[in-house]
T-cell receptor, first 114, second 112 residues
């Protein structure tokens, strides 16, 4: 599936590193999302972008910094992360920025913070 | 805010049997209830959804039922096959929200 792609697929970083996750959607959608998936916990919405504008920041620590340069690309910049931030980070997109619109997920980036 | 609870957390069935996963939600304004399937190492994918103006929806071997009065909805898989083994997530949201609130997931194992 190539509708929503994410790079890298795996990332290991130290707590003092700075890295970025990238998401790209090829579906012509207007809304993009970042989710965090930890073991045995529900998918947690982190950020929502609608037509490049951030419309939701779900109380995410400032060490996570999103960027949406256009409606097809979404980044998550990471700095001074903690080991508890290790998780699968999923990007998703939907035609419209309503939660009742079908969301299409990317394959995720498996992040490990040492 | 909305809270979605999902049960059971794990479910093991024999191939050919039926599987039922149940979710309850707290916000009576919720009107959209999708179900996602996530196979091991893969992305979540929408398999079926239901809106509050209907009580049941079917798509081949899968069906979803909704009881708005009791605020619960269920996923039913009939004639299970090994390829149905995955983690299933329910979710709930409203038209006016940007947020899909997910349940904690059910790991389904279909034994051949």
């Amino acid at each position: 599936e190539t509708g929503v792609t994410q790079t890298p697929r795996h990332l290991v970083m130290g707590m003092t590193n700075k890295k970025s996750l990238k998401c790209e959607q090829h579906l012509g959608h207007n809304a993009m999302y970042w989710y965090k998936q930890s073991a045995k916990k529900p998918l947690e919405l982190m950020f929502v972008y609608n037509f490049k504008e951030q419309t939701e920041n779900n109380s995410v620590p400032s060490r996570f910094s999103p960027e949406c340069p256009n409606s097809s690309h979404l980044f998550l910049h990471l700095h001074t992360l903690q080991p508890e931030d290790s998780a699968l980070y999923l990007c998703a997109s939907s035609q419209d920025p309503q939660a009742t619109d079908t969301q299409y997920f990317g394959p995720g980036t498996r992040l490990t913070v040492l | 805010g909305e809270n979605v609870e999902q049960h059971p957390s794990t479910l093991s069935v024999q191939e050919g049997d039926s599987a039922v996963i149940k979710c309850t939600y707290s916000d009576s304004a919720s009107n959209y209830f999708p179900w996602y399937k996530q196979e091991l190492g893969k992305r979540p994918q929408l398999i079926i959804d239901i809106r509050s103006n209907v009580g049941e929806k079917k798509d081949q071997r899968i069906a979803v039922t909704l009881n708005k009065t009791a605020k619960h909805f269920s996923l039913h898989i009939t004639e299970t096959q090994p390829e149905d083994s995955a983690v299933y997530f329910c979710a709930a949201s409203t038209d006016s929200s940007y947020k899909l609130i997910f349940g904690s997931g059910t790991r389904l194992l279909v034994r051949p």
